[in-house]
C-alpha cells in the first residue's frame, strides 16, 4: 500500500510506464492507418478530405505516412520524438480542420491521441526502447560524459 502511494517514482518505473504509453498509442493508431494504408494503394478513387488545399490522395499518403511508419516507430522506440510530431499534426488537423465543426465528443479520441503523442514528444522513449540503445553511439564523446557514464556505472 505504501509503494502504490509513494510520489517518488523510480527510473524503472517510468520506463515502463513509456514503454506501455508507447505500444498501446502505436497499436491503437495502426488501427486507423492500416486501412488507410490499404485504401491508399486499393487503386479505386480516394475517398478522403483533402486538406489546405492539398489534394485527397495527397492528404491520404501524409495520414498513412503518420499513421503506420510513425507509429511503427513509436512502437519500437525509434525516433520517438521526431516520429512523435507528424502524429500529433495530424490529430491537430483532426480535430481543428477536419472535425472543426463537430460536438468534442467527435473530437476527443483525436485529443487524447495528442496528449499522449505531446507525452511522449516531451519524455521521450525510456529505457526499453532502440532509441536508449543507440545513445551512446549518438552521444558524442566529451569529458563531461566520461564522468557521467562513470558516476552511473558507480551508481550501480
Not at 82 to 89: E, F, G, K, R
Not at 109 to 129: D, E, H, I, R
Amino acid at each position: 500500500m505504501k509503494k502504490i502511494l509513494s510520489v517518488n517514482q523510480t527510473s524503472n518505473a517510468v520506463d515502463i510506464g513509456l514503454l506501455i504509453a508507447r505500444v498501446a498509442i502505436a497499436a491503437l493508431m495502426l488501427t486507423h492507418g492500416i486501412p488507410k494504408l490499404l485504401m491508399l494503394f486499393s487503386g479505386e478513387p480516394v475517398q478522403f478530405p483533402s486538406v489546405m488545399g492539398m489534394s485527397a490522395s495527397f492528404s491520404l499518403a501524409l495520414a498513412v505516412f503518420a499513421e503506420v511508419f510513425c507509429s511503427l516507430f513509436l512502437l519500437f522506440g525509434f525516433g520517438t520524438r521526431l516520429a512523435a510530431i507528424p502524429l500529433a499534426v495530424t490529430m491537430l488537423v483532426a480535430v481543428f480542420l477536419i472535425h472543426a465543426a463537430d460536438p468534442l465528443s467527435v473530437k476527443e479520441p483525436a485529443l487524447q491521441y495528442l496528449l499522449v503523442y505531446s507525452t511522449l514528444l516531451f519524455a521521450g522513449s525510456g529505457k526499453y526502447s532502440i532509441d536508449y540503445l543507440l545513445q551512446p553511439k549518438l552521444t558524442p564523446v566529451t569529458p563531461a560524459n566520461k564522468a557521467e557514464d562513470a558516476a552511473r556505472l558507480l551508481a550501480r
